[in-house]
C-alpha cells in the first residue's frame, strides 16, 4: 500500500518560513521523482517544485523559485519543502506527489501515480 504524508502546514504571517515534509511509504523512494503542488480555494492544482530521485535535480514554478528549496533524504523516504518569504498568495493546501523518476521533466498533475493527502499553509497579511 503505497501512503505520502505530509505535514508542516500551519497558519504563519507575511515573511515568515515553514518547512514541509512528505513522508513516503510502500514505493522504491530512492527511485522515485517526488513533486510538491499546491492547491488555493477556488483554484487549480498548480505545480510548485519536483526533485530528481537522486536530488540532483530540482525545478520550481517561477512564483517560488528564489524563495523555495525542495530536498530528500532517501534513507528517510522524506522529501521536503522549505518555504521562506512567505506570502498572502501561496495560502493553499500543499500536496505531495511521486512517480518513477525516468529523468522526464514532471510538471504536470497528470504525470504523477500518487498523491498525499495534503497540509494547509496560511499566510496571514
Known amino acids: 500500500q503505497v501512503q505520502l504524508v505530509e505535514s508542516g502546514g500551519g497558519l504563519v504571517q507575511t515573511g515568515d518560513s515553514l518547512r514541509l515534509s512528505c513522508v513516503a511509504s510502500?514505493?522504491?523512494?530512492?527511485?522515485?521523482?517526488m513533486g510538491w503542488f499546491r492547491q488555493a480555494p477556488g483554484k487549480v492544482r498548480e505545480f510548485v517544485g519536483v526533485?530528481?530521485?537522486?536530488?540532483?535535480?530540482?525545478y520550481y514554478s517561477d512564483s517560488v523559485k528564489g524563495r523555495f528549496t525542495i530536498a530528500r533524504d532517501n534513507a528517510k523516504n522524506t522529501v521536503y519543502l522549505q518555504m521562506n518569504t512567505l506570502k498572502p498568495d501561496d495560502t493553499a493546501v500543499y500536496y505531495c506527489?511521486?512517480?518513477?523518476?525516468?529523468?522526464?521533466?514532471?510538471?504536470?498533475?497528470?504525470?504523477?501515480?500518487?498523491w498525499g493527502q495534503g497540509t494547509q499553509v496560511t499566510v496571514s497579511s
Open positions: 510502500g514505493v522504491p523512494f530512492s527511485n522515485y521523482a
Open positions: 506527489a511521486g512517480r518513477w523518476d525516468s529523468s522526464g521533466q514532471y510538471y504536470s498533475r497528470r504525470d504523477y501515480d500518487y
Open positions: 526533485i530528481s530521485r537522486n536530488g540532483g535535480n530540482m
